[in-house]
Every structure is written in C-alpha cells, then in structure tokens.
C-alpha cells in the first residue's frame, strides 16, 4: 500500500513537530506539497511583497518512521515527483544575489505543460526537485532554513532517482517535504525556482546507527554531502574535510594521501547561495566508496 | 604548418613580456610546457618546501598573434593536449582548503599509462587539462594568479575541444600557457592537480572589437564566465551581473526576467579555491545565447 499524507504542514522542523501519520520503515508515501508561497499567489498582479510570509516554505507531514531512533540514519528514495501545471517566479527587492540591484518586485507564473515551463515566452526544460526536506532536529529551525536535519537545502539533484540519507535525531524521525521546484539552476541565484505545488512518492527506510554528520545524497554514479552553512568557503572546509574522512577510511590510505586524493576526483559544487545558510555539494564518485563505509567514516556521535 | 614553441618560459603576464614568434591569426601552435615546478621535482624524497619558487608556474611563450590589438579577442581552440609519463602532486603545510590540518610536506609520484594515472595504488582516469593560459594585462602579474586577462584559472573545462575568448589589452595579445594536469576536480582542493609537463596544440584567431570583460570558455553545450576574485561571493555577483546582462541582450527581455531566467538556467559551478584569488564558472546553456550577441553583451570598454 501506499500511504497519503495531504493537508498537514508544518513550519518548522524541531521538536515541535506532532506526526500525522506513523509508518512502518520500508513504506512508500505519497505527499501533496504546496508551493512554497503556500499557493498565495494566483496571478502576476500578486506581489511577493504582499503575501502572509507567516505562511512561506510549508512543508507537508510530519512522518513518524517506526523504529527510527537518534542515531540512525533515514534512507529516503525519490520514486516520482509530479508537479502542477503552473508555476510562480518571482524576484524582490533584496533577494539574491543581486538584490541590491532589484528597483521594484515582480510576479511570473510560468504555465508547466509537456515537461517544459513558459517563462514569459522563454521555454525551459523542466526538472522537477525538492527544496525543502528534512526531519526533527534537537532545537525548532524555519523550514527556510537548510542545516545537518536537511530543511531548505535547494538541491536540484534532490531529484527523481536519487536516495538521500538524514540523519534522525528524535524518535520516529519526523520527516516532512515541501517547496517543490518545476526546474532551478545551481545557485537559485533570484531566490526563488520555479515554485510549485504538487505531490512527492518516497520510500522511507531506517538504517540503524549510521546518523551521517551532514545529509548525504547518491544521484547517479556519485555520492555528495551536502553541507550548509552562512560563511560558503566553512561550508567548503567542513565538506573537504569529511571527503578526506571517507576517503581515507575507505581507501586505508594516508590522510595526506586521501588529501591529494580529494583534490584529483572530488569537485565542489553549489546547491544554493541565496538561503539564510548556503549550501554545497562535495561530489565523491562512487568507485572509490561505498554507501556503508562512507556513512561509517562521518558517522555522527549524539546520544 | 604548424608553429612550435619550446624552451621560452615566463613567470608573470604583462608589459615585460617579450614574444619569442609571431604568428598570423588562424595560425595553429603547438607548445611544449614545464609542469607548475618546472620540472624540479625528480622523485619522492624532494618537497615543494625545497624546492626554487621563483621557478612555480612557467608559462611557455609569449606568442605575438599578429593584428591583435587592444578591445579585441582572442579566440584559442584547444586542439589536442598530451601530458608526459609521470605527475606530481603535493600537500604542504598552509596548502589548500585544508591547509592548516597538514603537518608535513609529502610528494607524490604518479606514473601515467593508457590514460590513467597511479596516486600511490589508486587508480584515477585521467582528463587532461590547462592550467595557466593567458595575454599579458596591463600591468605584470605572476602566472601564479588568475585575473581578467586569464592566468592561472585551474579550470578543468579548459581541455580539448573547448574554446577560451580571451580578452585583449596589448598589441600581438602576448599569448602564453603552461600548468598542465593529467586531472583535476573542481576545486582543486589540495592546491595542486597532478601537475605534468606536456605538449599542447592551440589554433589562435584574432576577433575584433569585441574583449569580454572576463575570459568566457565554450565547451559542449555550454558557456562559462571564468570570473576570479579574492572573495568567491564578489566573484559569483559579478558572474551573475554579466550573466543577467548577456540574456537581457540575447533574448530581448526585461533585466527582471532575465534575473529570474538566470535562476532557473544558469549554474554557478567551481573552477578552484585555492589560488591568491578564487575561479568561478557561470554556466549558461548555449540554446539561449549566440557567442557573438555574449560577446557583445560584455564587451570590455578599454581605451
């Protein structure tokens, strides 16, 4: 069976969360998400400006995942990502990362059909993704804000077909999603994607005592952790040095030898600079890892 | 015919440099290259910490390409490159991301062979690539530094098959190049690649009139701003301002929708962090833009 989650957002990610539904780990689940203005904007006359922003970046559950303890790792499978046939783009004044530059807000809603968006006549190929997932940290964190538990982290490759691994803080886990995107470039450098609503199917595992020190992402033939932070060159040292971690444990090689390693085959990439943190990918190719030992390498001690 | 050029170094770009040839545009060179210790580290046992600074980063030339004046381009196809048999990479203590974790300077040999390079028993698929090719500017800079008259932007797209246009600012261009990795990720993390001597052929045409403000590569379906700076957030503004700027002028649309376009089709990717200043690549899909309208879009305005 597949398990439906509608109508239920949160906020945040914390310990206030209270679930709405409780599955076994091996489930599969269905989400309905809203669009990250919490479908306010209905027309290009609607200002970003003018929105309840008490109501901005919902995400749908929580999920409470049985089984799932502080300490292990959740292992969440993107099966499919359906987005609706429209969506909003907007800029601010203020917003991105040439908000200084921005003289007056403006509204765009891009029609979605046949896997391409209309951008005021501009055609864009669409690739659906999540913005915002994540579980129940130790302390309360605004859905717009990306940190270890997930939460806004404007990954594109959070995609159909990759698996993400979080780690899971408070029992049950606590999983939400929301703020899906029709299709985003690396950077999301206005601040918004093109937000949409639209519904997430997921297969939720537990993989005990394996809680990575940051999400951790396998799309394709790589591995990437995915390390937010306010200062992007912190973020870049924390990835590195968990690439290095991994690659020496791995590899039973030298620190200075998984150092000059990292520097031949791991790329630094950028997921987003626009959120209160930014957040980086540290792309690690799977022929030098594998699954296990990378979440052994940078497991994370909490108790 | 093709020219060549062999045992002429220099060790900055700018004013002082004095070409060895003079070649017609449409001229193809091919040009033999130091590794970026030029050539001083034998084996295992030397140290970066040992070796002559005043010798890092040789570039090979400078070739005087004839009818180059200042305000136009340099167009460089990179036709072929081919590394010798042997690499080297190094960590050294205050070196890279992660220079503050080092305790000791170690070298590493790696033996090249079918494409594939040895780092102490791992093996690595080599993608051969330049890491400092450049004009002389204005003024002279160390080849050890990247800028808007190229140098040493460690960008692994530079390969065969990619295009550079490269601005303009003395009479002849003053073109040189040398640095080359057997491979490199992007970030260059432990402050070398596996730098190796070789050989490389370059076709040079002269465009007229129209420098871009910063080197702008071409490579498969794409082009990349290579934007350098000491702080990579300025970098990625002043990338992003000129990426907004060239799909303002391509597509004949609104500076806020091109802002907004730029957030769902353009890629803020990582050429090096390790250099005095930072490279970054601002992406942009060649199905919005044509090279000349991006070129004109940027145009330098030197006098």
């Known amino acids: 069976m597949v398990y439906k989650v509608k109508d239920s957002y949160v906020n945040s990610f914390g310990p206030s969360m209270k679930p709405v539904i409780k599955v076994k780990s091996g489930s599969v689940v269905?989400?309905?998400?809203?669009?990250?203005?919490?479908?306010?904007?209905?027309d290009e006359s609607t200002l970003v400006t003018e929105i309840d922003f008490s109501k901005i970046n919902p995400a749908?559950?929580?999920?409470?995942?049985?089984?799932?303890?502080?300490?292990?790792?959740?292992?969440?499978?993107?099966?499919?990502?359906?987005?609706?046939?429209?969506?909003?783009?907007?800029?601010?004044?203020?917003?991105?990362?040439?908000?200084?530059?921005v003289k007056k807000p403006v509204t765009r809603?891009?029609?979605?059909?046949?896997?391409?968006?209309?951008?005021?006549?501009?055609k864009i190929k669409c690739i659906p993704m999540i913005g915002v997932i994540g579980v129940a940290g130790d302390?309360?964190?605004?859905?717009?804000?990306?940190?270890?538990?997930?939460g806004n982290m404007d990954t594109n490759l959070i995609r159909k077909g990759a698996i993400l691994y979080l780690p899971v803080f408070r029992d049950g886990a606590l999983f939400a999603v929301g703020d899906l995107h029709a299709v985003m470039g690396d950077g999301e450098v206005c601040v918004t994607g093109c937000e949409v609503s639209g519904k997430v199917t997921l297969e939720l595992d537990v993989i005990k005592n394996l809680a990575p020190s940051w999400p951790v992402l396998e799309f394709g033939e790589n591995y990437y952790l995915l390390v937010s932070h306010e200062d992007i060159n912190k973020a870049f040292r924390e990835g590195?040095?968990?690439?290095?971690?991994?690659?020496?444990?791995?590899?039973?090689?030298?620190?200075?030898?998984?150092?000059?390693?990292?520097?031949?085959?791991?790329?630094?990439?950028?997921?987003?600079?626009?959120?209160?943190?930014?957040?980086?990918?540290?792309?690690?190719?799977?022929k030098y890892v594998k699954i296990e030992q990378l979440l052994e390498a940078i497991r994370m001690q909490i108790l």
């Not at 269905?30 to 209905?42: A, E, R, Y």
């Not at 969506?87 to 200084?100: R, T």
């Open 30 to 42: 269905t989400l309905h998400t809203l669009d990250c203005f919490s479908n306010q904007i209905k």
């Open 109 to 122: 809603i891009c029609t979605i059909k046949d896997g391409y968006a209309m951008l005021n006549g501009v």
């Open 60 to 101: 749908t559950g929580p999920i409470f995942v049985e089984n799932s303890k502080r300490g292990d790792a959740l292992k969440v499978r993107i099966l499919d990502i359906e987005v609706a046939d429209r969506g909003v783009v907007a800029v601010i004044p203020g917003g991105g990362v040439l908000g200084s530059m």
């Open 139 to 150: 302390e309360d964190v605004s859905c717009g804000v990306p940190g270890r538990h997930g």
């Open 240 to 286: 590195i040095k968990l690439a290095v971690k991994i690659l020496e444990h791995s590899l039973g090689i030298s620190w200075e030898d998984a150092y000059m390693l990292a520097s031949l085959v791991v790329d630094l990439e950028i997921s987003q600079v626009v959120d209160p943190k930014k957040t980086v990918r540290i792309k690690i190719p799977k």
